[in-house]
Nanobody, 125 residues
């Protein structure tokens, strides 16, 4: 299982970014994908996830309505569209994958054992 996040950068508050997670070694009908982030001095936190099979998406409250997770099965890529960014969104963003028990929320970082290098998102004026 390999994952690679990309697309980060320096943006101003209110701007948008789209992150990409390229993966190999599994398929989305078996594994869920999680975007999580870690800001300096803070714990990792799940941002958004998309379940295997159903493709149901979940979001943490602070990004609900601003972030959208989507997948492209033909390209083995999962995206995280981030709109109306705020300085509080500044962090290194990672994508992770794992098999999640049916019915269990997919937003919790501890459920995942596979992730790759992250991409830095800095929101500053």
């Amino acid at each position: 299982v390999q994952l690679q996040a990309s697309g980060g950068g320096l943006v101003q508050p209110g701007d948008s970014l789209r992150l990409s997670c390229s993966f190999s070694g599994f398929t989305l009908d078996k594994y869920a994908i999680l975007w999580f982030r870690q800001a300096p001095g803070k714990e990792r936190e799940g941002v958004s996830c998309i379940r295997s099979g159903t493709g149901r998406a979940d979001y943490r409250d602070s990004v609900q309505g601003r972030f959208t997770i989507s997948k492209d099965n033909t390209k083995n890529i999962v995206y995280l569209q981030m709109d109306n960014l705020t300085p509080e969104d500044t962090a290194v963003y990672y994508c992770a994958a794992d098999w999640i028990v049916y019915g269990q929320p997919c937003i919790h970082v501890v459920l995942y054992s596979n992730w790759g290098q992250g991409t830095l998102v800095t929101v500053s004026s």
